[in-house]
C-alpha cells in the first residue's frame, strides 16, 4: 500500500513569489538564491494537485522531497520474513512525485541498514525488503537494477566482509555490520515501505535509514516536441490541440493536461497536418526541338519555380528532404522516343516512351530526396517536337523534419 500524503496548503517560503516546478527552475530564475525550504509545482499550476513543500540545494540545484523516516530507526523484534514494516509517508502525492520525476534528469534516494546477526535473506529466503512507488517488493539494495536481483554495494565491489556474500548483513556476524547506497531507479523511486525480519534473536539488532528523495538535472526535450509527454515537460499545462513531430511528418494531437506523463489517456491523436517549412513547386515547358540524345533536356520557359529548385539547364535540385512527385508529358518528333528520368546522375528505370504512331509520351514518380539531391530528364533516343507540347510539374508532398 503506498502512502504518500497530500502537503499542506500553499504558502510563503522565503520571501517566494513565483511558483516554479522544481528547484532546478528556481535557480535558473535567480542564481542567487539560497538552499533552503521552497514551494514548487511540479505538475504545473494550471492543474492537479497542490504546490509541495520541497529542500531545495541550491549548489547542485537539486530538489529534495521530504518524508517521516528519515531518522535513524530501530527494527523491533520479530522472527518471520518481513515481519517488521515501515510505512514511508512522504510530504507530498503520488502525483505530484511523479511529476518530478518526469521532469528530472536523474533521481535518487540513500539507504542504509545497520545490523548485528541481521540478515538479508536466509537459507535463500529473502527476510528483507523495500517496496517501490508501484507496490513491488525489490530486494537490491544499491543502484538500479531491472532484475530486481538481490545485491548490496559491497556486492557489486567484491568488498563484503565475506566473499560467499552479496551483502555485509548477510554474513549473520555477531559484532556491528552496515550496508549501505543510493537507489537510482526512476521508475521505480520513491521508496514506500521498508521491511525487515528474523530480529528476534537475543543478540539481533537492526537500524534502518532513509534519506529523502532527490532529484536533479531537467529532462530537456531540444528538439521539436513529439508528444504530449514532450510539451508537458517544456512547461505545457492546458488542456487542448498542439502539433507534434512524427518521423516523416506533423500530427494533431490532443493533449489532457489534467493527467501527467505515464497516465493513460492523456494523448489522443487527431490526425496528420500538411506543413511545409518552405513550399517547393514548379512548372516549366520545353519549347523548342530538341533531339541532343544522351544529355539532359532543357526547358527553356519557367512558368514556377517556387523554392528555386528548377535551372534553365532542366536540373532540378532539392532545397528541402522530403518526398517529391513529378511528371512529365511530352510529345514526340515522328520517330521513336525514350526519355529516362535520373536521380543523382543515375538512371532509375523510370521512362518516357512514344513510337512514331503514338507520339504522346508521360511520366510520374514519387521519390524521396535529400537537401541538394538533383533529378533531371535525358533524352535516350529520338526527338521532342516543339511549341509547348512538353511540359515538367513537381512539387513538394511532405517535408521530412530533423
Known amino acids: 500500500m503506498i502512502s504518500l500524503k497530500k502537503n499542506s496548503p500553499p ?46 540545494n541550491m549548489t547542485t540545484g537539486s530538489t529534495m522531497v521530504l518524508h517521516d523516516s528519515e531518522s535513524s530507526i530501530v527494527v523491533s523484534p520479530c522472527l518471520e520474513p518481513g515481519c517488521y514494516s515501515r510505512q514511508i509517508n512522504y510530504n507530498a502525492t503520488k502525483r505530484q512525485i511523479v511529476a518530478l520525476i518526469q521532469l528530472s534528469q536523474s533521481c535518487r534516494q540513500f539507504i542504509q541498514f545497520n545490523c548485528t546477526a541481521v540478515p538479508f535473506v536466509f537459507d535463500n529466503v529473502p527476510q528483507a525488503w523495500w517496496t517501490d512507488r508501484n507496490g513491488r517488493m ?12 538481490h545485491m548490496c554495494q559491497c556486492g557489486m565491489n567484491s568488498t563484503c566482509v565475506l566473499p560467499s556474500v552479496y551483502c555485509n548483513c548477510d554474513s549473520l556476524a555477531d559484532f556491528p555490520l552496515s550496508d549501505q547506497g543510493y537507489l537510482t531507479n526512476k521508475n521505480q523511486l520513491p521508496v514506500t515501505n521498508l521491511s525487515f525480519g528474523r530480529t528476534i534473536l537475543n543478540s539481533a539488532h537492526g537500524i534502518h535509514t532513509l534519506g529523502r528523495f532527490e532529484c536533479s538535472g531537467r529532462s530537456n526535450i531540444n528538439s521539436m516536441p513529439e508528444s504530449c509527454d514532450d510539451l508537458w515537460k517544456i512547461g505545457h499545462t492546458l488542456k487542448g490541440f498542439y502539433l507534434v513531430k512524427a518521423i516523416d511528418e506533423i500530427l494533431s494531437i490532443f493533449c489532457d493536461f489534467d493527467k501527467i506523463p505515464g497516465d493513460e489517456g492523456i494523448q489522443k ?18 519549347r523548342t526541338i530538341y533531339n541532343v540524345t544522351g544529355t539532359t533536356i ?11 529548385g528548377l535551372d534553365l539547364n532542366g536540373t532540378f535540385t532539392a532545397p528541402k528532404s522530403g518526398n517529391y512527385y513529378f511528371t512529365f508529358n511530352g510529345l514526340a518528333g515522328g520517330v521513336d522516343t525514350y526519355v529516362d528520368f535520373y536521380l543523382n546522375d543515375v538512371n532509375q528505370r523510370i521512362t518516357a516512351y512514344a513510337s512514331n504512331t503514338g507520339y504522346v509520351m508521360s511520366l510520374a514518380t514519387t521519390i524521396f530526396l535529400n537537401t541538394r539531391d538533383h533529378v533531371k530528364l535525358v533524352l535516350r533516343i529520338g526527338m521532342l517536337a516543339g511549341n509547348s507540347y512538353n511540359n515538367l510539374n513537381g512539387f513538394l508532398l511532405d517535408e521530412k523534419l530533423s
Open 269 to 286: 491523436i487527431i490526425g496528420s497536418v500538411d506543413i511545409k517549412s518552405v513550399p517547393v513547386y514548379f512548372f516549366a515547358q520545353a
Open 11 to 56: 504558502q510563503t517560503i522565503f520571501g517566494q513569489k513565483e511558483i516554479h516546478r522544481t528547484c532546478e527552475d528556481i535557480l535558473l530564475a535567480d542564481p542567487s538564491a539560497d538552499s533552503g525550504t521552497y514551494l514548487i509545482d511540479p505538475d504545473g499550476q494550471a492543474s492537479g494537485d497542490i504546490s509541495v513543500s520541497v529542500y531545495c
Open 298 to 308: 532543357p526547358f527553356d520557359a519557367i512558368i514556377y519555380n517556387i523554392g528555386s
Open 138 to 149: 525489490r530486494y537490491y539494495w544499491e543502484g538500479s537494477s531491472e532484475l530486481n536481483v
